[in-house]
């Protein structure tokens, strides 16, 4: 397949996705420009998520630290960046200050790291908290019960500025069989938010992938990562 016709592809994929995220939108009583669309670019070569960028994307998301610096420089600088992946403590340093948020921390050991970090580049970095909804042992994340003693101390850490929370439910065959984790997360942001914490601002819950952003959108996601209904099956390299 031909650099032109991945680039039409991914021009046709954006439109239908900007169709289903105003119709879930609209279906909850909210507007397109109250959703987030992050375009998941793991594996995808950067002419391809320039040619997105150019398309309209304002938003895009690694998922590996080496694959983000080896694409970085080549990438338009008018994107907004997240860390989306699993980060290891022994690589924050190649993240933070390259970033505009790590949606990704999962540990209080990591997110003092990136306060520390941030600190000594002079920075604040925004973060979110990741949410082991499902409580898989093979994921990462914080269990629900300890959010209500982990928020706290992770406002108190400078360098840091919590924005909100993120999950990745587990794989389910029907889709009617996500939208309890989505509401679940729902609820914990909503509760949290309500709590109004200094230096946790709760404003945007990221849930909701290529198979189920839609249904994530209805349950109340604001921020949804989505790459294979974008950029196709990931057979670039």
Known sequence: MTEKSYTDAVSENLAEI??????????????????????????????????????????????????????????????????????????????????????????????????KLSCDLGIETDILLEVNIGKEENKSGFMKEELDEIIPQIAKIDGVNLRGLMTIPPICEKKTEIIPYFEEMYKLFIDNRAKKIDNVSMEYLSMGMSSDYAEAIKCGSNLVRVGTSLFGKRNYK
């Open 18 to 115: 900007e169709r289903h995220i105003c119709d879930a939108a609209s279906s909850v009583g909210k507007k397109r420009e109250d959703i987030i669309l992050l375009a998941a670019t793991k594996t995808v070569p950067p002419e391809i998520i320039n040619h997105a960028i150019n398309s309209g994307i304002k938003y895009i998301g690694e998922n590996r630290v080496q694959e983000f610096l080896s694409k970085e420089m080549d990438i338009l600088p008018t994107v907004h960046r997240h860390f989306i992946g699993h980060l290891q403590t022994n690589k924050a340093k190649d993240i933070v200050g390259r970033v505009a948020m790590i949606e990704s921390v999962h540990s209080l050991k990591l997110a003092n790291l990136i306060g």
